[in-house]
């Protein structure tokens, strides 16, 4: 059974003002602009959003703010896209924190190959982030609560459902190495 361990919130609201502008396709400067920060602020806090998740990206931050409920889930949305296996795992992966190198390994594909299917991806399901393609992915349903095993191994840990009438709780996602068991 896995152990799951009740922590204070790790993301203060800025960050989680900064992920929500994210993944609504806002690029830096314009979450900037709209939080009234400098870009060299808002790139700190992504960081630091990061550094408190354990994941490396910003769109496998957004990833785990949806799977913990901490950002609210995009309303669901009909899926009429015609993707191959490919183009539906490299959407996974990136949710997952894959690098640009993992995705090659991950796929067989070149840098090259990854960088241009990335990018025709982003422009089919009419995205203009990663970011907010993790959002899209969890509006048509290609990204979703079992999808908690990152690019790194690791394994998020979900809160367990308080009981009905009981106290609500805080919770942080915690991570647990791949192969350790609890």
């Not at 152990?3 to 806002?26: F, I, K, M, V």
């Not at 919770?171 to 068991?181: H, K, L, M």
């Amino acid at each position: 059974m896995l152990n799951h361990t009740l922590t204070p919130l790790p993301l203060e609201p800025r960050h989680l003002q900064l992920l929500a502008l994210r993944a609504d396709g806002h690029s830096m400067a314009r979450s900037a602009a709209t939080l009234r920060r400098t870009p060299a602020t808002l790139y700190n806090h992504a960081s630091e959003c990061n550094r408190r998740l354990g994941v490396p990206t910003v769109e496998a931050a957004v990833h785990v703010c949806y799977l913990a409920q901490l950002l609210p889930r995009p309303d669901l949305a009909e899926f009429t896209l015609d993707l191959g296996w490919e183009d539906l795992e490299l959407w996974r992966l990136l949710a997952t924190g894959a690098t640009t190198a993992h995705l090659s390994h991950a796929l067989d594909l070149s840098v090259s190959t990854i960088t241009l299917r990335t990018k025709d991806l982003r422009q089919r399901t009419l995205c203009t982030s990663r970011p907010q393609l993790v959002s899209r992915g969890w509006s048509h349903g290609v990204l979703h609560d079992s999808l908690v095993r990152m690019a790194s191994g690791r394994t998020v840990l979900l809160p367990p459902v308080p009981p009905a009438g009981g106290t609500p709780f805080v919770w942080a996602p915690q991570a647990i190495p791949a192969g350790s068991s609890s």
